[in-house]
């Protein structure tokens, strides 16, 4: 199995950056389509950005589009999401997933996420 462990997250004035790294261990990534997904209070869980297994597509849903990108380095095992220009309904628990199915549905292999906290 593959552990997944997010890093990078905190507080930012709106506009501003973060940069969010996923590490994983136990498995190299190089199998698997790769993504982040976020959960706000009182909202479900929803997608992100997501990478294919070869690195040669990114998907990224509407509302971050433009602002986010979603990287991966094999090499190293890990998968990074830059995000630029953040809003206030950016805040959220982020989380890296591992082995995205077709439609960048999520299997099990989750992070434990960071916090990104964006005041306006």
């Known amino acids: 199995q593959v552990q997944l462990v997010e890093s990078g997250g905190g507080l930012v004035q709106a506009g501003g950056s973060l940069r969010l790294s996923c590490a994983a261990s136990?498995?190299?990534?190089?199998?698997?389509?790769m993504g982040w997904f976020r959960q706000a209070p009182g909202k479900e869980r929803e997608f992100v950005a997501g990478?294919?297994?070869?690195?040669?597509?990114?998907y990224y849903r509407d509302a971050v589009r433009g602002r986010f990108t979603i990287s991966r380095d094999d090499a190293k095992n890990t998968v990074v999401l830059q995000m630029n220009s953040l809003k206030p309904e950016d805040t959220a628990v982020y989380y890296c997933?591992?082995?995205?199915?077709?439609?960048?549905?999520?299997?099990?292999?989750w992070g434990p996420g960071t916090q990104v906290t964006v005041s306006s």
């Open positions: 997933a591992a082995d995205l199915r077709a439609g960048w549905e999520p299997s099990d292999y």
């Open positions: 136990g498995r190299t990534i190089n199998n698997y389509a």
């Open positions: 990478i294919t297994r070869r690195g040669d597509s990114t």
